[in-house]
């Protein structure tokens, strides 16, 4: 039983094998739902995949297998949690909504008893978990993420989750059709843009896939697909993230943010308050271009210029109060 939000829940075990794993059909989840008087909402962004073969796809291209460590964010009523479980990994699920997170427990005993001890689920907002409240991944080298992620917060979650855990090395996700194009969008086209280049500092994504609306209870007016993201290694040297010199993520993502908050300015315009001439020169970057042409090491390398030239004038500000001081006391 979930009794706090922040309280783990797992449930007891049992005799099952994986091989019989029955997942969750239209009937199945229309069943489950009206036996917990659960109705999707669009406040928490609900549509449950009513296809057993979609989430055996989506679990297919994350490559999960039985040595994995998996979190879920969002499970509802369990259709992609079952097929997780199915392949033998040990699965966290965090789901902001108690009704869901109390139900889940008993349809993973009802359909996949043998793997009530490979599960835990959490009632949280995935927005505000970290390693202090949720260290089951704590003990990990890696982990991967693997959602059917509500369209509306997709973006913001994966994001706070690469920030929060160093050790999340994957994911992948079921997001809005176009969500999913601007999260793997590559400098100069039209939907590059914020998420594209943040994204893009912490490694690579890519589109594995489309899903069709009809996979869904409710059908959403979109389409669906799948992105799957790589974090780059520690030991990337190509990874603007990396090395001694790295510049400050936070640097760097306050330049993001300004680029593509003026779009259409240059970015002599949109970063005027921020990056000075010398900075602009120093990186090697024309300020007559625009934002959505930079690449996410271009914009490392400007972070970079702007931080030295900080540094840089700070000290010559220093040496001049200094050379005050000492004419003060000559005289």
Same mark, same amino acid.
């Given at each position: 039983?979930?009794? +706090?939000?922040?309280?783990?829940?797992? %449930?007891?075990?049992?005799?099952?094998?994986?091989?019989?794993?029955?997942?969750?059909?239209?009937?199945?989840?229309?069943?489950?739902? *009206?036996?917990?008087?659960?109705?999707?909402?669009?406040?928490?962004?609900?549509?449950?995949?009513?296809?057993?073969?979609? =989430?055996? /796809?989506?679990?297919?291209?994350?490559? &999960?297998?039985?040595?994995?460590?998996?979190?879920?964010?969002?499970?509802?009523?369990?259709?992609?949690?079952?097929?997780?479980?199915?392949?033998?990994?040990?699965?966290?699920?965090?789901?902001?909504?108690?009704?869901?997170?109390? /139900?889940?427990?008993?349809?993973?005993?009802?359909?996949?008893?043998?793997?009530? +001890?490979?599960?835990? %689920? #959490?009632?949280? $907002?995935?927005?505000? %978990?970290?390693?202090?409240?949720?260290?089951?991944?704590?003990?990990?080298?890696?982990?991967?993420?693997?959602?059917?992620?509500?369209?509306?917060?997709?973006?913001?979650?994966?994001?706070?989750?690469?920030? !929060?855990?160093?050790?999340?090395?994957?994911?992948?996700?079921?997001?809005?059709?176009?969500?999913?194009?601007?999260?793997?969008?590559?400098?100069?086209?039209?939907?590059?843009?914020?998420?594209?280049?943040?994204? *893009?500092?912490?490694? @690579?994504?890519?589109? =594995?896939? @489309?899903?069709?609306?009809? #996979?869904?209870?409710? *059908?959403?007016?979109?389409?669906?697909?799948?992105?799957?993201?790589? !974090?780059?290694?520690? $030991? +990337?040297?190509?990874?603007?993230?990396?090395?001694?010199?790295?510049?400050? /993520?936070?640097? #760097?993502?306050?330049?993001? +943010?300004?680029?593509?908050?003026?779009?259409?300015?240059?970015?002599?315009?949109?970063?005027?308050?921020? &990056?000075?001439?010398?900075?602009?020169?120093?990186?090697?970057?024309?300020? @007559?271009?625009?934002?959505?042409?930079?690449?996410?090491?271009?914009?490392?390398?400007?972070?970079? *210029? %702007?931080?030295?030239?900080?540094?840089?004038?700070?000290?010559?500000?220093?040496?001049?109060?200094?050379?005050?001081?000492?004419?003060? =006391?000559? !005289?």
């Amino acid at each position: 039983m979930v009794t +706090d939000t922040a309280e783990q829940v797992a %449930v007891p075990a049992s005799g099952q094998p994986r091989e019989t794993a029955h997942l969750l059909g239209a009937a199945d989840i229309r069943r489950i739902a *009206a036996d917990a008087g659960i109705s999707p909402t669009k406040k928490f962004g609900q549509n449950f995949v009513i296809d057993p073969g979609t =989430v055996r /796809r989506i679990v297919r291209e994350a490559g &999960v297998t039985a040595d994995d460590h998996v979190m879920e964010v969002g499970p509802g009523l369990g259709s992609l949690t079952l097929a997780i479980l199915e392949t033998g990994a040990t699965m966290t699920a965090v789901e902001i909504d108690p009704p869901l997170a109390e /139900r889940l427990p008993g349809t993973i005993a009802e359909f996949m008893p043998d793997a009530s +001890d490979r599960f835990t %689920v #959490v009632n949280r $907002d995935a927005l505000t %978990v970290s390693p202090a409240n949720l260290p089951d991944f704590n003990d990990d080298d890696s982990f991967t993420l693997v959602a059917n992620l509500p369209y509306n917060v997709a973006t913001p979650i994966l994001l706070t989750l690469l920030e !929060r855990f160093d050790n999340l090395g994957s994911f992948l996700v079921m997001v809005q059709k176009e969500v999913a194009d601007r999260l793997a969008a590559k400098p100069g086209s039209k939907i590059y843009g914020t998420p594209s280049v943040k994204l *893009a500092w912490y490694g @690579t994504a890519e589109r =594995v896939g @489309t899903i069709g609306r009809n #996979v869904f209870w409710p *059908a959403p007016n979109v389409d669906s697909a799948l992105v799957k993201f790589t !974090r780059y290694t520690a $030991d +990337d040297a190509q990874a603007p993230c990396n090395g001694p010199d790295a510049p400050d /993520r936070e640097l #760097v993502f306050r330049l993001i +943010d300004a680029a593509f908050g003026q779009r259409r300015k240059t970015l002599h315009a949109a970063l005027k308050t921020i &990056v000075s001439a010398e900075a602009f020169e120093s990186a090697g970057i024309d300020p @007559t271009r625009r934002g959505e042409t930079l690449t996410i090491d271009e914009f490392a390398a400007l972070a970079h *210029a %702007v931080a030295a030239h900080t540094t840089a004038s700070a000290d010559t500000a220093d040496t001049a109060d200094t050379s005050e001081a000492d004419g003060e =006391v000559a !005289r």
